[in-house]
């Protein structure tokens, strides 16, 4: 199984930013995928979650109304799209995902919200 992230970046506060992770290896339009991510010196949290197919999503409080998950199951692709970034924002996201016999994580890519 593998999970690779990209387009994280700097942006500027109130910019826009959209995350994509690649999933290799595993059934991917079988289980749900999350979001999660770490700012330094942090726990890591949980960003976003959407089931298999698509059609339930769940955010954290602070990100409902401003970031977006999707996938595209024939790609095998989860997506994050963040918009109205705020410098607490920034960190490393990782790409997760829980099939019955083991949790995977991505290598995580940087996001970085500064001025």
């Known amino acids: 199984v593998q999970l690779v992230e990209s387009g994280g970046g700097l942006v500027q506060p109130g910019g826009s930013l959209r995350l994509s992770c690649a999933a290799s290896?595993?059934?991917?339009?079988?289980?749900?995928m999350s979001w999660y991510r770490q700012a330094p010196g942090k726990e890591r949290e949980l960003v976003a979650a959407i089931s298999s197919a698509g059609g339930s999503t769940n955010y954290a409080d602070s990100m409902k109304g401003r970031f977006t998950i999707s996938r595209d199951n024939a790609k095998n692709t989860v997506y994050l799209q963040m918009n109205s970034l705020k410098p607490e924002d920034t960190a490393v996201y990782y790409c997760?995902?829980?099939?019955?016999?083991?949790?995977?994580w991505g290598q995580g890519t940087q996001v970085t919200v500064s001025s």
């Open positions: 997760n995902t829980n099939p019955p016999w083991r949790t995977y």
């Open positions: 290896g595993f059934t991917f339009s079988w289980y749900a």
